[in-house]
């Protein structure tokens, strides 16, 4: 079955850095458009960042600049490294994959940046 696993979330001071993983089972991982959202306390998901099979990317004006996803086919994962943190990032961060055109999240990762 699909499974996608967060991790790498954490306490973090304003400036610091994170990096976050989301392994990936139970599809062909590199064939498939991988996405980062995040929620935030009071809010609706967002979408963060995605990046494509051919490795393209996006990612969201708010975050440009200081945040970059990338994909390992190799290990099945796919990264959202985080820089300059600013306390507003704080949120659960999840990735999510739409294999067999089925929606698919993971559990979702807690990154607080504190002030």
């Known amino acids: 079955q699909v499974q996608l696993v967060e991790s790498g979330g954490g306490l973090v001071q304003s400036g610091g850095s994170l990096r976050l993983s989301c392994a990936a089972s139970g599809f062909t991982f590199s064939s498939y458009i991988m996405y980062w959202f995040r929620q935030a306390p009071g809010k609706e998901r967002e979408l963060v960042a995605y990046i494509t099979p051919a490795r393209n990317t996006y990612v969201v004006d708010s975050v440009r600049g200081r945040f970059t996803i990338s994909r390992d086919n190799t290990k099945n994962t796919v990264y959202l490294q985080m820089n300059s943190l600013k306390p507003e990032d704080t949120a659960v961060y999840y990735c999510?994959?739409?294999?067999?055109?089925?929606?698919?999240w993971g559990q979702g990762t807690q990154v607080t940046v504190s002030s």
């Open positions: 999510k994959a739409v294999p067999y055109s089925t929606v698919y």
